[in-house]
């Protein structure tokens, strides 16, 4: 049981190229989400999906696509990169029921130059 | 969503008792509390939640008055590795189609 996983740990890219995070869960988790956190701050809500089949923008959505592949996957895509976009991005899915519990990925270190 | 506060920052010494407070003075009925933690160069781990009074697990105890405008992480007998970040987060948890929201957290240094 790996839990939450990303691909890939760094990148590197240059303004203007694209890219797609990935992350996948194995504990059937319904909800996912991709989150953003710039140095000393907090996570910010990028995109979320609460069930297969749905997606749903967030606190800061510009400049990001999502894509819900199944259940298990939950890719994020950078169409443009733009060097406000460098970040740690953080993926994570939800239990859910009588907890409030989310698992989150170890995270995607982006830079853009 | 309720919105919190924390303070930015604090300071203990190893096997110390650690009391974080957050402040959510316009919580609704539908929410719940709960408190996150993160280490450097990680993602943020669920540590406990609760509705009101008190919840304890291995890890932590949650006390939450009466009146829930704030509440209580209280981590007994502090070591090194307790230094993280801990998140206070306040919203209902049966609307899937929620998120969280983090805010700055506080930073606990533990000193040797």
């Known amino acids: 049981n790996a839990g939450v996983t990303q691909t890939p740990k760094f990148q590197v890219l240059k303004t203007g190229q694209s890219m797609t995070l990935q992350c996948a869960q194995d504990?059937?988790?319904?909800?996912m989400y991709w989150y953003r956190q710039d140095p000393g701050m907090g996570l910010r809500l990028i995109y979320y999906?609460?069930?297969?089949?749905?997606?749903d923008k967030g606190e800061v959505p510009n400049g990001y696509n999502v894509s819900r592949l199944n259940k298990r996957e939950f890719s994020l895509r950078l169409e443009s990169a733009a060097p406000s976009q460098t970040s740690v991005y953080f993926c994570?899915?939800?239990?859910?029921?009588?907890?409030?519990?989310?698992?989150f990925g170890p995270g995607t270190r982006l830079t853009v130059l | 969503l309720a919105k919190t506060t924390q303070p930015i920052s604090m300071d203990s010494y190893e096997g110390q008792e650690v009391n974080i407070t957050c402040s959510h003075n316009?919580?609704?009925?539908?929410?719940?509390i709960t408190w996150y933690q993160q280490f450097p160069s990680q993602g943020p781990r669920f540590i406990i939640q609760?509705?009101?009074t008190k919840v304890t697990n291995e890890v932590a105890s949650l006390f939450i008055p009466a009146d829930r405008k704030s509440s209580t992480l209280s981590l007994p007998r502090v070591s090194l590795s307790d230094t993280a970040v801990y998140y206070c987060l306040v919203g209902p948890i049966y609307t899937g189609r929620r998120a969280l929201t983090f805010g700055s957290g506080t930073r606990l240094q533990v000193q040797p």
């Open positions: 504990m059937n988790h319904n909800s």
């Open positions: 316009n919580i609704a009925t539908n929410d719940y």
């Open positions: 999906s609460a069930s297969e089949g749905t997606t």
């Open positions: 994570a899915s939800r239990a859910g029921g009588r907890t409030d519990t989310q698992y």
């Open positions: 609760g509705y009101k």
